[in-house]
């Protein structure tokens, strides 16, 4: 089993960037596939990123495209979320998860484990 702590989440104004980071432990996050979610207050939770294990093939919800990138470093057992131009649509709280399988499946029902979340709220 993988554990995952997220880090980087804060407040930060329409337009700036964060970058989040995802440490895993106990496995190897290339083992997996890993993903970012976000849920904000009121809402479901909703699929934002994801990386293959195989091929490090990269997903985005399309409300992120072009703005938010997946990456990840096998040295350091850490996917990353950079983010740019931030709007005030995408404060919530951000979730690492890791996924035992081939396949990126946007449903967060289908993610196996997950860490405790970070906050990211971005101001207008």
């Known amino acids: 089993q993988v554990q995952l702590v997220e880090s980087g989440g804060g407040l930060v104004q329409a337009g700036g960037s964060l970058r989040l980071s995802c440490a895993g432990s106990g496995r190897t996050v290339s083992s997996y596939v890993m993903g970012w979610f976000r849920q904000a207050p009121g809402k479901e939770r909703e699929f934002v990123a994801a990386?293959?294990?195989?091929?490090?093939?990269?997903y985005y919800a399309d409300s992120v495209k072009g703005r938010f990138t997946i990456s990840r470093d096998n040295a350091k057992n850490t996917v990353y979320l950079q983010m740019n131009s931030l709007e005030p649509e995408d404060t919530a709280v951000y979730y690492c998860a890791a996924r035992g399988d081939l396949i990126v499946v946007v449903s967060p029902r289908a993610w196996g484990y997950w860490g405790q979340g970070t906050q990211v709220t971005v101001s207008s």
């Open positions: 990386i293959r294990r195989s091929n490090s093939s990269t």
